[in-house]
């Protein structure tokens, strides 16, 4: 598994973005797979997760309705769509994928759950 994150970039406020993360392997369909982010001085924290399957997605509370995750398993990448975006959202996005078994519509929101990381991919919102 290579995790390959980007898209990330400076905005306004109000603003979007799309962070995509490719995987090079065979076998992205049978990952379970996160977003988690970064800000300077903080801990990494859970952003979204999409099933395997597709069929189920989570969100920290405060991307809910501004933030949708999906994911092309032809394309063996998942996107983030962000919008409305706020300055407090700046700071590394990271993608993730939990390579152990897991049930098709299981989604994690815990850093513990995911085995393989990117690399990050800055998003800069400016008031």
């Known amino acids: 598994v290579q995790l390959q994150a980007s898209g990330g970039g400076l905005v306004h406020t109000g603003g979007s973005l799309r962070l995509s993360c490719a995987d090079s392997g065979r076998t992205f369909s049978y990952y379970t797979l996160g977003w988690f982010r970064q800000a300077p001085g903080k801990e990494r924290e859970f952003v979204s997760a999409v099933s395997r399957s597709g069929k189920n997605t989570d969100y920290a509370e405060s991307m809910k309705g501004r933030f949708t995750i999906y994911r092309d398993n032809a394309k063996s990448t998942v996107f983030l769509q962000m919008n409305s975006l706020k300055p407090d959202d700046t700071a590394v996005y990271y993608c993730?994928?939990?390579?152990?078994?897991?049930?098709?519509?299981?989604?994690?929101?815990?850093?513990?759950?995911?085995?393989?990381w990117g690399q990050g991919t800055q998003v800069t919102v400016s008031s």
């Open positions: 993730a994928a939990r390579l152990r078994w897991v049930h098709p519509d299981a989604v994690y929101t815990t850093a513990a759950g995911y085995d393989s």
